[in-house]
């Protein structure tokens, strides 16, 4: 995570464009041998799990509506939060659908917009353990996304959902085009899987 903010840093005060590989932070080589599952790209979890397409408009404003309520993201001016937009997909997604799989590599956030989602592990003693129940305005599978390790849990829709997704290489635009968007994304994003990391570490510990 450190390296990241010294890379973010670098690109918000450099004045000439990057070199082309060099705006590509968030890709890696996670697919070789010895690797684990391969990392399932959006445009191909959507079709798996039939997502429909959302309104784009309609969707940005459900979630500048959330976001404008949220402690974390409050902070960010509104009309940053306004340019994520053409970062975004919006899907509807029915229920009972596994979006995000535990121990697949993750190249995708999942915004919930609208609905409940279910976050489960899946322990080596074979019990599935629910985490959590997430609802509308929580961010899914951002930990993945940044450092391209594998998927801690798996996330279902309880209901029907309305999401948004960020994609990793949508991340790699968004650096090439827009670093203070990117350095406020991240510093909510650190501050979420904190706080997150530490209701997951007391709920494992309760069952321990």
């Not at 790209?41 to 940005?60: E, F, N, T, V």
């Not at 090439?176 to 650190?190: F, G, I, K, R, S």
Request: hydrophobic letters at 40%.
């Amino acid at each position: 995570m450190k390296n990241f903010f010294n890379h973010l840093l670098q690109k918000i005060g450099r004045e000439e464009p990057s070199q082309p590989d060099d705006s590509r932070l968030f890709d890696a080589n996670i697919n070789g041998p010895g690797s684990g599952s391969r990392a399932v790209p959006w445009s191909i979890r959507a079709r798996q799990i039939g997502a429909s397409a959302l309104d784009a408009d309609a969707g940005m404003r459900q979630l500048q509506v959330l976001w404008s309520d949220d402690k974390q993201m409050k902070q960010v001016p509104d009309q940053t939060v306004a340019r994520l937009r053409r970062y975004l997909h919006f899907a509807q997604v029915p229920a009972g659908q596994e979006f995000i799989h535990q121990d697949e590599h993750g190249n995708f956030l999942v915004i919930l917009l609208k609905g409940q989602v279910s976050v489960d592990r899946n322990q080596t003693w074979g019990e599935r353990l629910r985490l959590s129940e997430a609802g509308p305005g929580e961010m899914l599978g951002e930990m993945s996304l940044l450092d391209q390790g594998l998927r801690f849990s798996a996330c279902i829709t309880v209901t029907k959902c309305d999401v948004a997704v960020l994609t990793t290489d949508a991340m790699n635009e968004m650096m090439a085009e827009d670093a203070y968007l990117v350095a406020c994304l991240m510093t909510v994003l650190a501050r979420k899987i904190s706080l997150r990391l530490r209701v997951v570490g007391a709920r494992l510990s309760e069952r321990s």
